[in-house]
């Protein structure tokens, strides 16, 4: 019954973790067109265009484990190509 008691009270003092919850929003609506132009190397309308051709392929078929939106993964390839870096400058 000691066991059962102290696991509760431990139980009780455990703290809760708080999740962090990644920012997904959409880069191309809250960048302008200059700046997406200097990051990206490409107009949004173009960046759009591509994402239209390989949604198909890159765009996963459930929602589970929360994939990354096609839209980032273009985004992430077109900046690794304009920089040759995986971060911002």
Known sequence: ?????????RLRRRQLIERVVADRSNPLEVLSAEEVRERYRFCPETIHFIV???FNV?????????PVPTL????????????GCHHLL
């Open 72 to 83: 980032l993964s273009v985004l992430t390839a077109l900046q690794f190509f304009a920089t």
């Open 1 to 9: 019954m000691a066991a059962f008691v102290d696991r509760i009270n």
């Open 52 to 54: 239209g051709v390989v």
């Open 58 to 66: 890159l765009d996963s078929p459930t929602s589970r484990s929360l």
